[in-house]
């Protein structure tokens, strides 16, 4: 009797890129520790207890992942409609000040607070987002540069703001008043930091994915970005899609903001970010712009955040080297697809 033959399961030249990216920088990253004087049979159980050994460390991942998430869902919203969003820093800091408005405008104003928190942190983000899509629509004006240079502008707002109008009286410290408990997201698992915006970030994940493959609008969306002329051709308003995109892009990227500050911080504070737009970007495209895959990618970025303060307070090593394997992979993955772009080969479609 012939014996049957074996099915293999074909795996994507994309997904292979990328995992032996992520592996590459793992062995890197052991390679410094090693370096370091660090025995890899100590930093490895510290490694692992601190990003996933009990409740508390995988919420600090789950917290840590978050605001990446939220700015990578916001970044491949926008380049599936065909704008290059490189604003999520900026749209995360506007949505970080957004949240704190209806405090300021109201004050304690009881449950009531949160909801209009977290709204207003969406629609914060998305207006930031809108000025580049209009300046594209009306001038032409390249959107790269635009949303780049918006970040900055965003970021030396929020300063003006800590040290000026929003800084309590009587304090030397460049940071708003503390929100006060309607306007703090609840905390879901007690002695931990898990908090609900971690929730809300996984269930937009898989709104994102559903709406994007699932919905003529995903379809539209899609269709916008890979042929503006085709949609026009087809009576659809191209430009209506442009600013939809990048107002879901912003108002994304405004939430990542909002629960930093209502879930984390609990307050405005200068410098609060330290590059989250930049990195949720990176996850966007580490992901190959699928929603459900920036959920592992930015979960991996939350497990090397956490890791790496476990070894700093338990080995001395430096915090930076979460930076480095963060960074390691998107130079492996940018180094490889150049080479597979000059081949003819792009690694991702952006239809897909």
């Known amino acids: 009797?012939?014996?049957?033959?074996?099915?293999?399961?074909?795996?994507?030249p994309a997904v292979k890129i990328t995992l032996g990216a992520f592996a590459g920088s793992l062995l890197l990253g052991l390679a410094i520790i090693a370096l370091l004087g660090v025995s890899l049979s100590r930093a490895l159980?510290?490694?692992?207890?601190?990003?996933?050994?009990?409740?508390?460390?995988?919420?600090?991942?789950?917290?840590?992942?978050?605001?990446?998430?939220?700015?990578a869902l916001g970044a491949l919203v926008a380049i599936r409609g065909g704008m290059f969003n490189l604003g999520g820093e900026g749209q995360l800091q506007m949505g970080a000040i957004g949240a704190m408005l209806p405090f300021l405008a109201?004050?304690?104003?009881?449950?009531?607070?949160?909801?209009?928190?977290?709204?207003?942190?969406?629609?914060?983000?998305?207006?930031?987002?809108?000025?580049p899509a209009l300046l594209k629509l009306w001038r032409g004006a390249d959107e790269i540069i635009s949303t780049l240079l918006m970040n900055f502008i965003a970021i030396y707002v929020l300063k003006y703001?800590?040290?000026g109008p929003m800084r309590p009286e009587g304090s030397n410290f460049n940071m708003s008043a503390q929100l006060p408990d309607g306007g703090i997201l609840p905390v879901l698992l007690p002695g931990t930091r898990l908090h609900l915006g971690v929730v809300l970030a996984l269930a937009?994940?898989?709104?994102?994915?559903?709406?994007?493959?699932?919905?003529?609008?995903?379809?539209?969306?899609?269709?916008?970005?890979?042929?503006?002329?085709?949609?026009?051709?087809?009576?659809?308003?191209?430009?209506?899609?442009?600013l939809s995109s990048m107002a879901i892009s912003g108002a994304i990227g405004g939430l990542a903001g909002a629960f930093e500050v209502m879930g984390v911080q609990y307050r405005l504070i200068d410098g609060f970010s330290s590059g989250l737009g930049f990195e949720g970007l990176a996850v966007a495209f580490l992901a190959g712009l699928d929603p459900l895959g920036s959920v592992l990618v930015s979960l991996y970025f939350g497990a090397i955040n956490s890791a790496a303060l476990a070894l700093q307070s338990t080995l001395s090593i430096p915090a930076a080297l979460a930076e480095i394997l963060s960074g390691l992979p998107i130079v492996i993955l940018a180094v490889v697809s150049g080479i597979y772009l000059l081949k003819g080969r792009p690694v991702w479609n952006s239809t897909q």
């Open 161 to 163: 703001l800590v040290q």
């Open 106 to 131: 109201f004050g304690d104003i009881g449950p009531a607070l949160m909801p209009l928190a977290i709204l207003s942190g969406a629609l914060c983000g998305a207006i930031w987002a809108l000025v």
């Open 1 to 12: 009797m012939a014996a049957a033959p074996v099915t293999r399961i074909a795996i994507p």
């Open 45 to 71: 159980p510290v490694a692992l207890d601190g990003a996933f050994g009990d409740a508390r460390a995988l919420a600090d991942t789950l917290v840590f992942m978050t605001p990446r998430l939220l700015v």
């Open 204 to 242: 937009i994940a898989v709104a994102t994915w559903f709406v994007l493959r699932h919905t003529a609008f995903g379809l539209r969306l899609r269709a916008s970005g890979q042929s503006p002329r085709f949609v026009r051709l087809q009576g659809q308003p191209a430009g209506r899609m442009i």
